[in-house]
């Protein structure tokens, strides 16, 4: 693969972990953003500030979905926390960020074409820079602070669970099932070969 052909393979891998991070925000949100508006953590952020916080709120969600907690500073006997699971959100919001990521990793493997085990790998690792990108940013885009106390998602397990561990486990996989699955003999992983 030539120089060009790799760097466009990135720059299109990353825009696909972008998306992918957008989409299971929104997943995570059409789930979960009717029940948190009408919480009661959001209605006292609300009372407090007067203005809900439910796009902030369903983001910790995400990133708990992603075995991420939320971290809170200043507020009494509360450091950290998780909302899915036992009395919180549906356990089934654990499989929104690997199942997309999954999905992901086989579309990109299958758009470029990708028929080489090696070149699968690669094609799913190149995801991972997007969904990073998200995954930084958004932990600042979620935070919320009220005086001296603020939640949001811890941010060193951010960066490494939600924007590496898992999107290298899941892309990967799914671009390498992408790969294996694609046939030596394909037309379109012959013309992708060659064009890009």
Known sequence: ????????????????????????YAITYAAVGSDVREGWVNRGLEFVTDEPATYEIVGWVFYNAHFVDTAFEGVPFLRSANAIGGDGFTAALYLVPPGLLLVTGLAVARYRGVTDATEGILTGLAVVPGYLLASAVGVFLVEVSVGDASGGPALL??????????????????????????GSGSAVGADADTSR
């Open 157 to 182: 397990p951010a960066l490494l669970l939600a924007g590496i561990t898992i999107p290298v486990v899941f892309a990967t996989a799914g671009s390498l099932l992408g790969a294996l699955t694609a």
């Open 1 to 24: 693969m030539s120089q060009s052909a790799r760097v466009r393979s990135v720059l299109e891998g990353s825009i696909a972990g972008l998306l992918a991070w957008i989409v299971g």
